[in-house]
């Protein structure tokens, strides 16, 4: 296995954890809340692809995109409320949101995990050069380079995403300038739930065993990566994702075939000693002296 | 007296149980620019939130030409056409002075005639068409209070609100701002003017009301611009 190899297939994963940490700071930006059950839209995601195993492939990414957005505006409802309360109150109800929706997914699905078959022939490999890829992983790639530079374009491009980010930036005086609260925490969760729902349907494609912890799973290492990029910005959190994901998947290359199992502990030292040399997070800067006399 | 466009009876505002405001009743006629000065915690800002619905009342009304703003949303009370210019500007740093000013945009009721109005300000304040592509954190104090300024009016308010205009700047830059607020006041627009350093609002507003301890102490009028005796004893509960 080349040094190239494992670049390609980190980059690959880093971008889908990119994705989810992404979907993970744009709630947080403009609601100040870290939406726990985030992993449980990636789980709905996932569950309609199975559901829809047998019929046509548009229909289960229509399923899938459908239930992601809907359980994500659901949410959105189900936080309302959460809006004038403390971080703790908010963080503890996206708790129990979590665990409410994978109790609701045992009831439904039983604990026994099934497979998905959607676009599994991804997983075929293709050789470029000295290299063997999986299509998943160009996929992955482009989806995924694709996904990010979209959203950015939204935030930066249009008006809605203007407004976004201002709320995100100084929530009081956007409310002030006339900026609708519901209307931009309602497209952040729509935009975070469009973005799961295409991760989540590459990432049943590289891990198709189904579970109702599924999404949670994967949305603990992306939140470690949230908080070791910097969630106070978007761009620093969907990096960290990134990381975390691209470091994931060089320790899965590096460590020795027996050594496997010390991944996650491996991962957590590497957390640990970015967070006592850089506490703001990786990429998150010091606040330049912005307000002038 | 021109028919109001504000109205506030009797209002009483409290933070923890303790009044900010107690008792406030003033008047701002269509036209107007009527000034509010006190020292710091007089209750002036607090009175100005409390128009934009940030801060509910505890007793009393605010009005807006006639209908009460009980229960009604920053958001929509900002669609009925008031701008506040918030203390310390309250700029967006990071954006650039002209997504700084397409933020004021939002509170327009209508996007008709909007690039006029973006014209406009551009006119009475050049540096948000030059300095359009930079982050609004590196203009100087001055630009960032036009630029404030100019944000809150390419809303098309009726009424503006502005909170201590001059705060911060130098003598020189605040006679600038009061320029261009001569200007704001010939088209039209009603003020109500909060300002801690009283001499400016005083000259500038056709009434200025003296706050202090959340009470209204004393009206002043334009000739008692002079008259700093009179102000300073307001201030200090003679």
Redesign the interface.
């Known amino acids: 296995m080349t040094v190239l190899q494992t670049l390609v297939d980190a980059v690959a994963l880093g971008l889908l954890y990119a994705l989810v940490a992404m979907g993970i700071g744009l709630v947080f930006g403009v609601m100040r809340l870290v939406n726990f059950a985030h992993g449980e839209l990636l789980t709905a995601g996932a569950y309609a692809l199975l559901l829809t195993n047998d019929m046509p492939l548009a229909v289960g990414l229509a399923a899938c995109f459908g239930a992601v957005v809907a359980l994500a505006l659901a949410m959105e409802v189900v936080y309302r409320p959460l809006r004038t309360t403390t971080p703790t109150t908010m963080l503890v109800t996206t708790f129990a949101v979590s665990f409410l929706l994978q109790a609701v997914a045992l009831l439904a699905f039983g604990a026994r995990g099934r497979n998905v078959g959607v676009l599994s022939e991804l997983n075929r490999a293709v050789s470029i050069g000295d290299l063997r890829v999986r299509w998943v992983t160009l996929v992955s790639i482009g989806v995924g380079a694709l996904l990010l530079t979209a959203t950015a374009l939204v935030l930066a491009r249009t008006?809605v995403g203007?407004?976004m980010?201002?709320a995100a930036?100084?929530a009081?005086?956007?409310?002030?300038?006339?900026?609708?609260?519901s209307t931009v925490i309602r497209f952040a969760f729509l935009l975070a739930a469009v973005v799961a729902a295409a991760a989540t349907v590459l990432l049943t494609v590289q891990r198709p065993l189904v579970t109702p912890s599924y999404g949670f799973q994967l949305v603990i290492p992306a939140l470690v990566g949230v908080v070791v990029g910097g969630l106070d910005r978007l761009v620093s959190a969907t990096l960290g994702g990134f990381a975390i994901g691209f470091a994931t998947a060089v320790l899965g290359d590096v460590l020795p075939a027996d050594g496997r199992v010390f991944l996650d502990t491996a991962l957590f030292l590497l957390v640990i000693l970015v967070l006592l040399v850089r506490p703001g997070g990786l990429f998150g800067r010091t606040r330049?002296a912005?307000?002038?006399? | 007296m021109p028919d109001a466009m504000l109205q506030i009876r009797d209002l009483e505002l409290r933070y923890a149980g303790v009044p900010a405001v107690r008792g406030l009743t003033l008047e701002v006629g269509r036209g107007e620019v009527v000034g509010l000065v006190g020292p710091n915690g007089a209750g002036k800002s607090s009175t100005l939130l409390a128009i934009m619905g940030m801060v509910p009342p505890y007793r009393g009304e605010i009005l807006l030409e006639g209908r009460p703003l009980a229960g009604r949303k920053t958001e929509a009370i900002v669609r009925s056409g008031v701008a506040l210019v918030p203390e310390r500007r309250h700029i967006f740093p990071e954006l650039t002075v002209e997504e700084n000013l397409r933020l004021g945009l939002v509170g327009r009721r209508s996007r008709d005639g909007a690039s006029d109005d973006l014209d406009r300000v551009a006119a009475l304040f050049p540096v948000v068409r030059d300095a359009r592509h930079r982050a609004a954190g590196v203009l100087s104090g001055g630009q960032q209070q036009q630029l404030a300024i100019a944000r809150a009016l390419v809303a098309r308010p009726d009424l503006l609100l502005l909170d201590e205009p001059s705060l911060g700047l130098a003598p020189a830059v605040v006679d600038g701002v009061f320029e261009a607020l001569a200007e704001v006041r010939a088209g039209g627009v009603t003020i109500l003017l909060v300002e801690q350093r009283a001499q400016f609002a005083v000259g500038f507003a056709d009434r200025t009301h003296v706050l202090a301890n959340g009470e209204l102490r004393l009206t002043l009028s334009p000739a008692d611009a002079g008259d700093s005796e009179r102000i300073t004893a307001a201030y200090f509960g003679a």
Do not use: H, K, P
């Open positions: 008006d203007l407004q980010r201002a930036m100084d009081t005086t956007a409310q002030l300038l006339g900026v609708r609260a330049a912005w307000e002038r006399v």
